[in-house]
């Protein structure tokens, strides 16, 4: 039988999934992607399966969710955060997007507009070491990036955190998802699985990448068991509601998709 291709984000937040996925190496193909590129794999049938930004998912139709997982928060997020280097949030004009995100560079336009009331121009961050330099007011990193970014001389906002003030909700970064009508068998638990194992397992992770990314093994080893929340459930799905609400009324997302769940 052909293995499974699974894409995933490279990222710190999807390495409990990626842990168990690992331990079924004769079944399971991982492909790593940053979440701008993932969809266009899914679309190619290059992929069976991948950690789909939500706002991907809400720009299409012929998908579905698979249900129980995600990579979500419910408050602090810690790798999504706007670095603004005007004097004050209100002083926003320009703002660079990392390149990276799908979902981040919506949310950042909806905390700006209806939090903050700003509609400020929005340009691409193409390379991350450029947020030292004053291209732009304020800068969107997301992933392992954006919790190495040195913070002295800039007002940080923590968009796991501005959501949650906002709408009370968790944040849903990314949901599981394959064709409609695939007929691939058992994936939600295949996912659930992988997901356990790697939660079992979150002190062992945290060490790999604390040591690959240079940081404190405890800082890690929070972000892993406080700060990403890995399923999706009753609160976490009123929370893609409502992020789906605010990005539609902003014309960043298609009318009428519904949140289909794969049932198989
Ligand atoms: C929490 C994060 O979530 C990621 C952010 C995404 C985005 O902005 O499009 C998509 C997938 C997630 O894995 C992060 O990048 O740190």
Redesign the pocket.
Known sequence: MDKLKIGV?P?M??KPFIYGFLKKADQIDIVYGV??VLPEMLVNDELDLI?M?S?GYFRSTGYEIIPGSA?A?NGL?E??KLFIKVPSIEKIRTVALDRD?????V?TKVILGKKYSLKPEYIVLEDKQKIYNEYADAFLV??DD?MNVREEGFIVLDLGQEWKELTGLPFV??VWVAKSGSGLQGLSKLIIDAKECGIKSLDEIADVEAARLGMKKERCLWYLKES?KYNLDEQEIRGLKSFYNYALEMGEVKDGVKIEFYNQ
């Not at 995100?101 to 560079?105: L, R, W």
């Open positions: 984000v990222y937040n999807a979440p701008s950690s930004p706002v990579i928060s997020v790798s999504v995100s799908m979902t981040s560079c949310l997301i992933g954006a970064y990314a990403i």
